[in-house]
């Protein structure tokens, strides 16, 4: 093992690494012209409120002890992924409404600004007593210069709405189309695009089919070699799509 990278993997322009991006952002500092993280944050935990809630927090699927994966502190992250960024990069950080305050908290002290809040509509709401679950939020943030540069499409709403068909088994698995949306209004053809906790590697799929380059990182060997599968096909479509241009 090599400074917490288990395995490496180059696909066409992307690269994956199994391993904590605790231990392998260190080696990455200023790779990354957009960052995008679905963090792995503690859940609603205790009381009888778990025998009410449905989806990921039906008790067929879960403990009711806020924790479907292994949980870092919000004030670790922020500063190796700010490291890990080029100047002038942006960051689309995800969260739920009880992560939202200390997660911007946390990411603000270590050096990013705010940009805008947005939010995912899922349509398909979770049950829960104190009004139904269907909303999830991204934290926009940048690094860099006082007079940061726009998103490429300018008439895009801070309010994005996808019921969204489920591909995987990973537990809080994201939309390929919500990260394309995100990457294609933050980055351009070339640029490198980092997920440090890249789960089944929606981000990695989205970069990839929009022409970016991109990096991600996973420690839990079973969604690490979901994502290396899909990105492989996404890879192998981009090429067969290319070859037949080339021939037409």
């Not at 917490?4 to 690494?17: C, S």
């Not at 008790?59 to 994966?69: I, R, V």
């Not at 997660?103 to 829960?128: I, Q, S």
């Not at 890879?235 to 037949?244: F, I, K, P």
Request: charged share 25%; glycine share 10%; hydrophobic share 40%.
């Amino acid at each position: 093992m090599n400074g917490g990278i288990v395995k490496d993997v180059t696909i066409g322009n992307a690269r994956l690494i199994l391993g904590d991006c605790r231990d392998v952002l260190p080696q990455l500092e200023g790779v990354a012209d957009f960052l995008f993280c679905d963090v792995a944050y503690a859940l609603t935990s205790g009381g009888n409120a778990h025998q009410s809630m449905g989806g990921i927090f039906a008790q067929a699927n879960y403990g009711n002890d806020g924790l479907l994966m292994e949980v870092p502190d919000w004030e670790e992250l922020g500063g190796p992924f700010f490291r890990a960024c080029k100047p002038n990069a942006d960051a689309y950080i995800m969260t739920n409404d009880k992560n939202l305050f200390r997660a911007g908290l946390a990411f603000e002290g270590a050096g990013w600004k705010f940009h805008n809040l947005l939010v995912w509509d899922k349509v398909r709401a979770t049950r829960n007593r104190w009004y139904m679950k269907n909303l999830e939020f991204t934290i926009y943030m940048w690094k860099g210069r006082a007079d940061p540069k726009g998103i490429n499409d300018c008439g895009s709403k801070q309010l994005f709405t996808l019921n969204a068909k489920k591909e995987t088994a990973h537990p809080t698995e994201k939309p390929v189309a919500l990260c394309d949306h995100y990457i294609r209004n933050s980055t351009n053809q070339g640029d490198t695009v980092l997920d440090p906790m890249m789960g089944s590697g929606a981000a990695l799929v989205a970069a990839v089919q929009a022409g970016r380059r991109a990096v991600g990182i996973e420690k839990n060997p079973e969604y690490f070699a979901i994502a290396e599968s899909r990105v492989r096909k996404a890879v192998a479509s981009g090429l067969q799509v290319s070859e037949e241009n080339h021939e037409a």
